[in-house]
T-cell receptor, first 113, second 115 residues
Framework: AQKVTQAQTEISVVEKEDVTLDCVYETRDTTYYLFWYKQPPSGELVFLIR????DEQNEISGRYSWNFQKSTSSFNFTITASQVVDSAVYFCALIKSNYQLIWGAGTKLIIKP | GAGVSQSPSNKVTEKGKDVELRCDPI?????LYWYRQSLGQGLEFLIY????????KSGLPSDRFSAERTGGSVSTLTIQRTQQEDSAVYLCASSLGTSGSRTQYFGPGTRLLVL
């Protein structure tokens, strides 16, 4: 069965600190895709990144970076120099059967000024 | 270009009434998805469409839920005889076909409250 675990329910840090959100997944598929979405207080899910199982290179986009490790089935997300606007709920997801997103429970990130 | 739009943004209804939720996908996106987000259950898949066909309806919670899509575009999710446990945010997403490599883009959701 496919499953995504985000063990951190809530994280609170002070602005400018670095923060890492953990994501561990389970799948028997040899080809799979992982996603991160952000849900700000407004409620809309915003796509951040997609990673396929063949590409283990880490990705960096501005202050955001993602560390994908197949050996530990993890796809962690780091925000460097966090800002108040980064406050949101972040979801990690795995796609099943090419169409169904299997979601983690989400991590609520609070950035305090 | 325009993103996924959903209407209404909020809906309050009385238990036992029927409701219709609408989703307009991104133009050109052939795949459309409905998810539900509730406090107790998190994010759950409900149904998806490829064109006007719904190959997988297994996520629909009961036979009170139905969905259709017409013209390969707009989709309507209908909940009959609403119950309080139907209260949730209903999210619609669309993508360029169904494939793991296709990103699903989400609308703002419809917040449904059943009194």
């Amino acid at each position: 069965a496919q499953k995504v675990t985000q063990a951190q329910t809530e994280i609170s840090v002070v602005e400018k600190e670095d923060v890492t959100l953990d994501c561990v997944y389970e799948t028997r598929d040899t080809t799979y895709y992982l996603f991160w979405y952000k849900q700000p207080p407004s409620g809309e899910l915003v796509f951040l990144i997609r990673r396929n199982s063949f590409d283990e290179q880490n990705e960096i986009s501005g202050r955001y970076s993602w560390n994908f490790q197949k050996s530990t089935s993890s796809f962690n997300f780091t925000i460097t120099a966090s800002q108040v606007v980064d406050s949101a709920v972040y979801f990690c997801a795995l796609i099943k059967s090419n169409y169904q997103l299997i979601w983690g429970a989400g991590t609520k990130l609070i950035i305090k000024p | 270009g325009a993103g996924v739009s959903q209407s209404p943004s909020n809906k309050v209804t009385e238990k036992g009434k029927d409701v219709e939720l609408r989703c307009d996908p991104i133009s050109g996106h052939t795949a459309l998805y409905w998810y539900r987000q509730s406090l107790g259950q998190g994010l759950e898949f409900l149904i998806y469409f490829q064109g006007n066909s719904a190959p997988d309806k297994s996520g629909l919670p009961s036979d009170r839920f139905s969905a259709e899509r017409t013209g390969g575009s707009v989709s309507t999710l209908t909940i009959q005889r609403t119950q309080q446990e139907d209260s949730a945010v209903y999210l619609c997403a669309s993508s360029l076909g169904t494939s793991g490599s296709r990103t699903q883009y989400f609308g703002p959701g419809t917040r449904l409250l059943v009194l």
